[in-house]
């Protein structure tokens, strides 16, 4: 049973990650939003502290855009799951005894 | 609302810094002492679900999307302390994979969506189940989580000088009570779909 709730929720996310998030808003978030009508979003125009290997969502190297974003959603959700699947073995473990 | 490198003075983002890794090792101590075996696919899911449905941004009005944040969700399912590390998982995968949310302000967006989002959310949920019914108390949680985070962001941003405390406070509150609609619609509809399928899965 948990096997198939794993399997189906997992499901749902990638499906929403790979064939959704290409088609989600492109448009500020609020934060952005404020920080544009308020004149502060230049501030943000620092280089970052740390580079991302997968940076605003899209898998460098991949022209097509929609493309580009399924194929981060599809790696981010995976990593994700499997880290949060992890974090709960370890944390588990205790209350396996 | 994920903050980025340059918005948080150095003295700000220090102390969220703190807070953040303090608030966390608590939470993690914690969920160690109550996580049960089967709440773990649950974590992997619930992370994954989050992720996804954070890259999901819906228009509101005036050129402005917003997206969920997953906090009450998160709490909802796994309780408030497993919920705070499930979206704090998301907050630092999404800074150092995806550059969303600078690093110095890691701290910052854990406090406002993980801490604020994720365990206030719970706070407020179980204030009102009893008298509004789960479904209700779901939504009026997850619409408050959004508001607050919001508006502890404007104090970040305002103590910090990039903006002043009068313009932001309206500015970030009043855009986030929209959003809020949406994070509350969302989660709402989530919830309201493990219970058809799944109740047991419910953090009691």
């Not at chain 1, 948990?2 to 790979?18: E, F, P």
């Not at chain 1, 404020?34 to 991302?52: C, G, N, Y």
């Not at chain 2, 000088?161 to 500015?171: D, E, F």
Request: charged fraction near 15%; aromatic fraction near 8%; glycine fraction near 12%.
């Amino acid at each position: 049973m948990d096997k198939r709730m794993i399997l189906g929720g997992l499901l749902i996310a990638l499906s929403l990650a790979v064939f959704v998030s290409p088609f989600a808003s492109s448009w500020p978030d609020g934060l952005e939003k404020v920080a544009e009508d308020k004149d502060f979003i230049d501030l943000a125009e620092v280089q970052p502290l740390v580079s991302s290997p997968i940076p605003d969502y899209a898998w460098p190297g991949i022209k097509d855009e929609r493309l580009a974003t399924s194929v981060a959603g599809l790696v981010g959700t995976l990593i994700i799951c499997g880290l949060g699947l992890s974090l709960g073995y370890l944390l588990s473990a205790k209350n396996k005894r | 609302m994920h903050i980025p490198d340059g918005f948080l003075a150095p003295q700000v983002f220090g102390s969220l810094w703190a807070v953040g890794v303090g608030g966390l090792a608590l939470a993690l101590k914690k969920t160690k002492e109550i996580l049960k075996d089967k709440a773990v696919p649950l974590m992997g899911v619930t992370a994954a679900f989050i992720f996804a449905a954070q890259m999901l941004n819906f228009p509101i009005l005036g050129g402005t999307s917003g997206h969920l944040l997953g906090g009450v969700l998160a709490a909802v399912l796994l309780g408030p302390y497993a919920g705070t590390i499930v979206i704090s998982l998301v907050l630092i995968v999404q800074c150092l994979i995806f550059q969303d949310g600078g690093l110095t302000a890691l701290g910052a967006n854990i406090f406002n969506m993980a801490f604020l989002g994720a365990m206030g959310g719970y706070f407020i949920y179980r204030l009102f189940r009893k008298k509004t019914g789960l479904i209700i108390s779901v939504g009026l949680a997850s619409w408050f989580s959004v508001v607050v985070a919001s508006f502890a962001c404007a104090i970040e941003l305002a103590i910090s000088g990039t903006s002043a405390l009068s313009i932001v406070i309206p500015a970030m509150v009043g855009i986030h009570m929209l959003i809020g609609i949406g994070e509350a619609i969302i989660t709402c509809l989530v919830i309201n779909f493990v219970l058809r399928v799944r109740p047991d899965l419910i953090y009691k």
